[in-house]
């Protein structure tokens, strides 16, 4: 799993895939309708495509909360690509690239069984468990 290639999505192909990636996390894989992981907030943020061997994995989007603080959403890495790091991979680049913007706080809402790979890689809880798309979230955040 070297060859991830992951960057800012610059064309429509490029958003296309990471909308398919959701797809077939959000919807397929865990049966959330298609109208509330494609909330009308996709035109106001930017998205994050990662390729392997040119086929997409893996994508996430950030919008910007504040000029200080960005918002991690929709993170998702086809399940046959899971457990490579292509998560982390991610949110890495993220990190990099809105600190480099200079955003210096970075939020998200987990899915509660996701809390703790977000807590390896620096994030706190922020407050009680809440449901969304009827599943269990935390409110998480970190200092970039």
Known sequence: MDSIQIKIAQNKKEINDAREIR???FQVEQGIDSKLDFDGKDDKSEHVIAYSE???VGAARIRY???????????AVLKSYRKNGIGRKIVN????????R?????TLDSQEHA??????IGFKQK???FWEVNIPHVKMWKKI
């Open 23 to 25: 797809h077939q996390v």
């Open 54 to 56: 040119n086929k997409a």
């Open 93 to 100: 680049y993220v990190t990099e690239y809105i600190k480099k």
């Open 127 to 129: 407050g009680k468990v």
């Open 102 to 106: 200079g955003i210096e706080n970075m």
């Open 115 to 120: 809390r703790k790979f977000y807590e390896e």
């Open 65 to 75: 909360i504040s000029n200080k603080t960005a918002k991690l959403e929709r993170l």
